[in-house]
């Protein structure tokens, strides 16, 4: 056995001056120095020699694994300098390359035009309230002049959650409520606040509706605020939001949280006016319902509606966001479809 051994020895060492590359020399690690390798075996059959001979037999076997995993070490560094080296000769590196493009992300449309919005209401005085997303149904509904079982309430479809009286919310307009609370000093200081959010609402999906989309909006509370103060805001909105040379018209609408109530459209920037499936052929985009605050939704919110009155809006950015940039379907924005938040 122990001629076995030596003659292992002799052969691996022969065959280890003969390699040249790192794969040749894990294969030749592996069949002399692995598990299974040819001195590892040799090692672990130690005890079934006579007696006598193991002793001689098993020092002779550990010199001879210590030595070939020195030429091991060895031989891997020579190999890995030459390897180095011959690397460095074929890849010569071209230090004049532009560096390559680290993807960056950036950020998604809606929240763009939120920034936006949130940046020519603050130019024009009012300050950004985050209300919840989780509300009550008081404030989301009864508060605002909708009682339960009122029609009106089929307008927005719900989600509730299990415990009952908690929903999300189906629209910003709650916020009215809560900042008349927060900042109203019981019913004795002036208001001017938009109410950002996502809203959510129970509906058949389509390119023009979403189960969530974002709202913004809008509250003024003071003592002489007349509807003309709501038109000339919003068109004054408008005019910094879309540019001056874009149309906006005011339609009476109805709203049970404001009296009268209207809706505002912007000219269809895709067509310019002249009718397109994005516009449904009107020439005209919605962006916002708007109105006079309803008494019975100042009294709820601690003003007395004698002295106090306001105005209040609520507009769709995604909408808004579609008539810029000629977005043909509101589905897009939560897909989260690279090829589509990449253009943005
Ligand atoms: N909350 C209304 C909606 O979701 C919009 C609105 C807000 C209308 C404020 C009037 C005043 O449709």
């Not at 030595?67 to 390897?83: P, S």
């Not at 005085?125 to 079982?149: K, M």
């Not at 004795?188 to 509906?203: D, F, Q, S």
Request: hydrophobic share 35%; charged share 25%.
């Amino acid at each position: 056995m122990l001629e076995q051994l030596e003659s292992t020895y002799t052969q691996a060492l022969a065959e280890l001056e003969t390699i040249t590359h790192s794969d040749a020399l894990h294969d030749w690690e592996r069949r002399y120095l692995g598990k299974k390798g040819a001195v590892t075996l040799a090692l672990r059959a130690t005890g079934q020699l006579p007696k006598d001979e193991r002793a001689a037999f098993g020092k002779r076997a550990n010199e001879i694994k210590n030595a070939l995993a020195d030429a091991f070490t060895g031989r891997e560094e020579m190999i890995r300098q030459h390897e180095l080296a011959q690397s460095l000769e074929e890849g010569e590196i071209d230090v004049t390359l532009p560096g390559r493009r680290v993807p960056t992300g950036g950020l998604h449309p809606a929240t763009q035009t939120l920034r936006r919005i949130y940046a020519i209401w603050a130019e024009m005085g009012f300050q950004v309230y985050r209300s919840r997303d989780v509300e009550d149904d008081d404030t989301n509904f009864t508060l605002l002049n909708i009682p339960p079982h009122h029609p009106a309430r089929d307008m927005w479809d719900t989600f509730h959650t299990t415990t009952p009286g908690v929903i999300l919310r189906t629209h910003t307009s709650p916020g009215q409520i809560r900042a008349m609370h927060d900042y109203g000093e019981n019913g004795t200081a002036p208001i001017r606040v938009i109410l950002p959010g996502m809203c959510y609402r129970y509906e058949q999906l389509s390119a023009r509706s979403e189960i969530q989309f974002n709202q913004v909006e809008g509250l003024a509370v003071g003592r002489h605020i007349h509807m003309t103060d709501l038109k000339g805001t919003i068109a004054e909105f408008a005019r910094r939001m879309f540019g001056a040379e874009k149309r906006v018209r005011f339609r009476g609408s109805y709203f049970p949280f404001t009296e009268p109530s209207i809706e505002v459209d912007v000219e269809c920037m895709i067509c310019g006016g002249d009718g397109c499936p994005v516009c449904k052929y009107t020439g005209w985009v919605e962006i916002a319902g708007a109105g006079m605050v309803h008494p019975v939704v100042l009294q709820n919110g601690g003003y007395d509606p004698t002295e106090w009155s306001g105005f209040a809006f609520g507009m769709g950015p995604e909408r808004m966001a579609m008539n810029v940039n000629g977005i043909k379907d509101i589905r897009y924005f939560w897909q989260n479809d690279l090829r589509f938040l990449e253009q943005f």
